[in-house]
């Protein structure tokens, strides 16, 4: 069982950065693979950024690709997404998620087991 808490959201301007903390309880945090993902208001939740369970690879949405930077500290377990030239569109809820075990790229909701709660960006135009 993995618990997973997100900080770090908040409002910013068009172009600032933020940077996402997610916590996870446990002992075998390093062993999971971890994801962002967002939620705007009426759309569905899609997927941000992953990591895998070592940290040796990630991997991003296209929208994401080149402005966000998940990265993960396994002696603190903590993953985080470094967000820099934030765009209006990138306002939404997002959450971190854990899958346990395997040695892919995960990209969908269901192929994690935990969630976060979510933590709310706001950027403003």
């Known amino acids: 069982q993995v618990q997973l808490v997100e900080s770090g959201g908040g409002l910013v301007q068009a172009g600032g950065s933020l940077r996402l903390s997610c916590a996870a309880s446990g002992r075998t945090f390093s062993t999971y693979n971890m994801g962002w993902f967002r939620q705007a208001p009426g759309k569905e939740r899609v997927f941000v950024a992953g990591?895998?369970?070592?940290?040796?690879?990630?991997y991003y949405s296209d929208s994401v690709k080149g402005r966000f930077t998940i990265s993960r500290d396994n002696t603190k377990n903590t993953v985080y997404l470094q967000m820099n030239s934030l765009k209006p569109e990138d306002t939404a809820v997002y959450y971190c998620?854990?899958?346990?075990?395997?040695?892919?790229?995960?990209?969908?909701?269901?192929?994690?087991?935990?969630w976060g709660q979510g933590t709310q960006v706001t950027v403003s135009s």
């Open positions: 998620a854990a899958r346990g075990g395997g040695g892919g790229y995960y990209r969908t909701s269901r192929q994690y087991d935990y």
């Open positions: 990591i895998t369970w070592s940290g040796s690879s990630t």
